[in-house]
């Protein structure tokens, strides 16, 4: 998405910008003029930006190349910004930014999936009624599930799938849903 875009929807000028991120106001304004290109940038820097804008690396440079995190540094991105956010305003931004669908459309089945479970679950724990725009992707589900990468790892380590049965019991209800197992998305750090 383009930052002068964020900075309008947020109602932030770049100078506030500059300093809810702590980037240097001429590097904002090089990137919002077009002097610099934001996918040149550092990864801290776009990490900052995104961070002060309330949005995901992925997002803010989706519309400048195919970049594509690790399924596990995208769930920590996205649990990182409930956090950061609250829920409601979490749920809000997601929502208006039409980011589930975008990605679900770049068949970025897993993201789509995640962000959509994520704000199914975070409705109902909210006492929310459930968005009716994506019933469509609701329908779908991965192929093959997704376990954490831990879960990977101690299945791997012990020689059974023990690990993986025990977190697909207890996984999340939205997540597991659509072939996710997720149990925890508020102990990040």
């Not at 697909?168 to 149990?183: D, H, P, S, T, Y």
Request: aromatic share 8%; charged share 30%.
């Amino acid at each position: 998405m383009d930052i002068n875009e964020l900075l309008k929807k947020k109602g932030l000028t770049k100078y506030q910008l500059s300093k809810l991120s702590g980037i240097p106001f001429a590097t904002i304004s090089d990137i919002s003029t077009g002097k610099s290109r934001i996918e040149k940038c550092t990864a801290e820097t776009v990490y900052k930006l995104a961070r002060a804008l309330g949005t995901t690396v992925e997002d803010l440079l989706a519309d400048r190349l195919e970049y594509r995190s690790s399924f596990e540094a995208y769930k920590s991105n996205v649990c990182h910004m409930v956090k950061d956010m609250g829920d409601i305003d979490f749920i809000i931004e997601t929502l208006e930014s039409g980011r589930i669908r975008k990605l679900f459309d770049r068949k970025w089945y897993p993201e789509s999936l995640y962000l959509l479970a994520m704000v199914d679950y975070l409705s109902r724990e909210n006492g929310l009624p459930v968005c009716a725009d994506y019933s469509d992707i609701r329908a779908a589900k991965l192929k093959e599930t997704i376990y954490p990468a831990s879960v990977i790892a101690m299945c791997s380590v012990s020689h059974s799938d023990q690990p993986k049965n025990d977190s697909l019991e207890q996984a999340i209800l939205e997540f597991k849903r659509v072939g996710i197992v997720e149990g925890e998305i508020r102990n990040v750090f």
